[in-house]
T-cell receptor, first 117, second 117 residues
Framework: EPEVTQTPSHQVTQMGQEVILRCVPI?????FYWYRQILGQKVEFLVS????????KSEIFDDQFSVERPDGSNFTLKIRSTKLEDSAMYFC???????????????FGQGTRLTVV | AQKITQTQPGMFVQEKEAVTLDCTYD???????LFWYKQPSSGEMIFLIY??????QNATEGRYSLNFQKARKSANLVISASQLGDSAMYFC??????????????FGTGTRLLVSP
């Protein structure tokens, strides 16, 4: 069964450092998302990406965050200068191109646990 | 205003019993989808069941069923014949129609289910 793959599974970084979280979405999917979940809290939307550009972003997704799809397969989330409050689980998700179908659940990766120290 | 409300922070159930996890939602969009995800302690997000706003019948997937009451804006998850492996965090989520963007998911705060022997 196709799956979304995220690497690394766990990353520890020092405050102020740049970090890149990587995701390989399902190959024929066209819509990509990043969500984050601070420990013990709900999952929050960060950004959606379609046709090589951001289609929507939340208030959390400030200038410290960026996304790109550098090679047509990987989908990355970069945090330029990490803060302690960026510590969270980050989930990548992808969705098929059948946007008209509301029952297309987002396929989630297993998550990257980011710890900023 | 909260889009998705899960009022039960924790629920306990004995093995083999049925349990209902509550979810209410708020939207003015006539087209929406409701999802339930399971998050075990390992952290991944596992899709369980989907209900579309226009679906005439309640969704069922194995031991999972969704008690969809559109007028009350509720979409409760029913797990029948609970198993020890059902112990996890459960999130209700909603995806609104395309009028609000590329169908991001909005999550509730979750309910932690503990199944006892």
């Amino acid at each position: 069964e196709p799956e979304v793959t995220q690497t690394p599974s766990h990353q520890v970084t020092q405050m102020g450092q740049e970090v890149i979280l990587r995701c390989v979405p399902i190959s024929n999917h066209l819509y990509f998302y990043w969500y984050r979940q601070i420990l013990g809290q709900k999952v929050e939307f960060l950004v959606s990406f379609y046709n090589n550009e951001i289609s929507e972003k939340s208030e959390i997704f400030d200038d410290q965050f960026s996304v790109e799809r550098p090679d047509g397969s990987n989908f990355t989330l970069k945090i330029r200068s990490t803060k302690l409050e960026d510590s969270a689980m980050y989930f990548c998700a992808s969705l098929t191109g059948e946007v008209s179908g509301m029952n297309t659940e987002a396929f989630f990766g297993q998550g990257t646990r980011l710890t900023v120290v | 205003a909260q889009k998705i409300t899960q009022t039960q922070p924790g629920m306990f159930v004995q093995e083999k019993e049925a349990v209902t996890l509550d979810c209410t939602y708020d939207t003015s969009d006539p087209s929406y989808g409701l999802f339930w995800y399971k998050q075990p302690s390992s952290g991944e997000m596992i899709f369980l069941i989907y209900q579309g706003s226009y679906d005439q019948q309640n969704a069922t997937e194995g031991r999972y069923s969704l008690n969809f009451q559109k007028a009350r804006k509720s979409a409760n998850l029913v797990i029948s014949a609970s198993q020890l492996g059902d112990s996890a965090m459960y999130f209700c989520a909603m995806r609104e129609g395309r009028s609000t963007g590329f169908q991001k998911l909005v999550f509730g705060t979750g309910t932690r289910l503990l199944v006892s022997p």
